[in-house]
């Protein structure tokens, strides 16, 4: 009897995996977690029990032995050895309980469920918040949708969309084919999408992104793609062509009105920091040809930190010669107006925007980039500064003035602003409809950052400020327009952008003087560098703040997400009905 039930002993404790698989997933990756302690404690009990099995008999044959000689009798040697067997079969038994225990909190403990979560919960907030979802599809379909959703996200990275915007485009496309269980991970240049079927079949897709070509009229293009997916309005094959139809979307303007745009950029912000007409005119012409330059340059394949640091040099050197000679009274704005078009706006916004919405990967790679740009037009401002002097120009007085405010310059501070945002979306390819929201979203901010400093703001307190007013104007008229935010806010978000502040501190750290120190100006640098970082960190917070903002076409798509659920409720309900 006693033999026999500590025999089973072990055998009974095997039914532990039977416990471990009630559910499906969870039970099956924490038995995998726990099986190895498990069978090692089973495996010694079997082996100790074994032995015991082993020695029984052979200590019974020696009893019986002895017996025989007329020295001890049988039934006294089983006697004594009875209460060591006892004492032996209660360790098993308590070893037996521990390993119960210890599995059963291993399998059934208090652990975190690792279910994966439905991709329909991280459209919260975004314009894609409630699209129509499709029956599961098959293997191969599964499969082209996610090469489907790829593409979609790779032409999205090298249009220069943000990392948010990608993964809730490309979360959103994947749920409106059926997709539900997908999974996305986003790098600084690599996307990848995970897809498991039903039967446990893993897929997985890959897109790599090896540079970025501006083109916000694709992600326009995009966006309203997405929706209409969203919306259920658009079937896969059609969804494909018009994809393929985006990837080879033509700019809306030619090479030369880009760098036309970009020029009268320049001129405007030279008038909107207090320069003449002779200084902008003069800004629109360095402006084409620090373009032209910059391009004649990237064809030797050099990288682009050097490129930059001559760009910064030509217009420092620009500058001062034309202040030395007489042709313009105020050559700090031209170099200030200069820097601003060289400045990483776009970069910088997307990088404290990855940061804020945990990308750390994605917002360190992003701003490796921006510090190497600013770091190479810090280089080019002193470059500049020391050539000129060792050539015999006169340094450049960058006190900037103080005036008070006449009516006659603050409209032509108000036009100047106007212009620059426009000139910023045909400098970001958008489209021609956005040119005005734009021009309005600018002017708006420009007024903010006026008032904030007449108000004696701190600067950088007054450009989160402003750029938080740039960011929530820019979300609701943006996707109104059928266009993300990004489309809106960097054309305005150039009204803001403090070059001057930039140009003097570079300036006091390369001509040290009596009065300036290497220290003030590294000082001086620091806060401006943080005065435009400030500015992206607005604009991420404005758009935040206007997410409860109501969207028509939002409202729309969820109004016909939710008649379509309806109706297949309604049809399941009546099917179910009618079985009865």
């Known amino acids: 009897m006693t033999d026999d039930s500590t025999e089973e002993a072990p055998t009974a404790e095997v039914p532990v995996d039977a416990q471990s698989s009630s559910g499906p997933e969870h039970g099956a990756k924490q038995a995998e977690t726990g099986s190895s ?92 918040k409630a699209p129509v979802q499709a029956s599961e599809p098959g293997e191969d379909e599964a499969r082209m949708v996610l090469d489907f959703a ?21 979360i959103a496309a994947c749920a409106a084919f059926g997709l539900t269980t997908a999974q996305v991970d986003l790098t600084s240049n690599t996307l990848t999408v995970h897809y498991s079927t039903s039967d446990g079949r893993l897929m997985t897709v890959m897109r790599v992104n090896r540079g970025e070509s501006i083109h916000f009229a694709k992600l326009g293009s995009v966006h309203k793609l997405v929706t209409e997916l969203v919306a259920g309005n658009i079937e896969f094959n059609d969804a494909r062509n018009r994809l393929d139809a985006i990837r080879s979307q033509r700019r809306p303007y030619q090479e030369w009105t880009v760098t036309g745009a970009w020029g009268l950029m320049v001129g405007s912000l030279v008038l909107l920091l207090g320069g003449g007409a002779v200084a902008a005119g003069l800004g629109i012409l360095m402006s084409i040809f620090i373009q032209q330059s910059g391009k004649l340059i990237g064809r030797t394949s050099l990288p682009s930190f050097f490129i930059t640091a001559l760009q910064a040099a030509i217009a420092t050197l620009v500058a001062m010669v034309a202040g030395n000679f007489g042709i313009i009274e105020s050559p700090q704005y031209l170099v200030a107006a200069g820097i601003v078009l060289l400045l990483p706006t776009q970069s910088l916004y997307s990088s404290v925007q990855d940061a804020l919405t945990n990308f750390p990967l994605t917002a360190a790679g992003r701003m490796v980039g921006v510090v190497l740009t600013l770091a190479g037009i810090v280089s080019g401002l002193a470059l500049g500064v020391v050539t000129g002097e060792a050539i015999g120009l006169s340094p450049i007085e960058v006190l900037v003035p103080k005036t008070g405010v006449h009516v006659l310059t603050a409209i032509v501070s108000l036009v ?129 703040l206007a997410r409860p903002l109501k969207n028509l076409k939002a409202d729309a798509v969820e109004r016909t997400a939710k008649s379509a659920r309806s109706a297949e409720s309604s049809i399941t309900i009546d099917g179910s009905q009618q079985r009865d």
Do not use: C, W
């Not at 017996?67 to 079969?89: E, I, V």
């Not at 909190?105 to 690792?114: A, F």
């Not at 901010?445 to 950088?460: E, Q």
């Open 150 to 170: 790829a593409d979609l996200a790779a032409i999205m990275m090298r249009a220069g969309a943000g990392t948010t915007d990608i993964e809730v485009s490309v």
């Open 37 to 128: 302690a498990l069978q090692e404690m089973l495996e010694l009990t079997r082996q100790q029990r074994l032995q015991e099995l082993r020695e029984a008999p052979t200590g019974q044959l020696k009893s019986d032995e002895t017996g025989s000689d007329g020295a001890k009798s049988p039934t006294t040697s089983t006697a004594k050895s009875k209460p060591k067997a006892d004492h032996r079969g209660a360790s098993q038994r308590i070893a037996q309980r521990v390993a119960r225990r210890t599995v059963g909190r291993l399998v059934t403990g208090t652990s975190v469920n690792t279910q994966p979560v439905p991709i329909v919960t991280a459209l919260k907030g975004s314009p894609y």
């Open 416 to 544: 100047a602003a106007t212009v620059v945002a426009m000139a910023g979306v045909v400098g970001m390819q958008s489209t021609r409809r956005f040119i005005l929201p734009a021009a309005f979203v600018g002017l708006a901010s420009y007024i903010t950052m006026t008032a904030l400093t007449l108000l004696a703001i701190d600067n950088v307190l007054a450009s989160l400020l402003a750029a938080t007013v740039t960011g929530f104007l820019a979300r609701p008229l943006s996707l109104r327009l059928g266009a993300p935010s990004i489309v809106l806010m960097i054309p305005a978000i150039y009204t803001l952008l403090q070059g001057l502040s930039i140009f003097t501190a570079v300036y006091q750290i390369a001509a040290e003087s009596a009065t300036t120190s290497f220290a003030v100006g590294l000082s001086s640098l620091f806060s401006a560098i943080l005065a435009n970082a400030a500015l992206a960190v607005g604009a991420v917070l404005g758009s935040y």
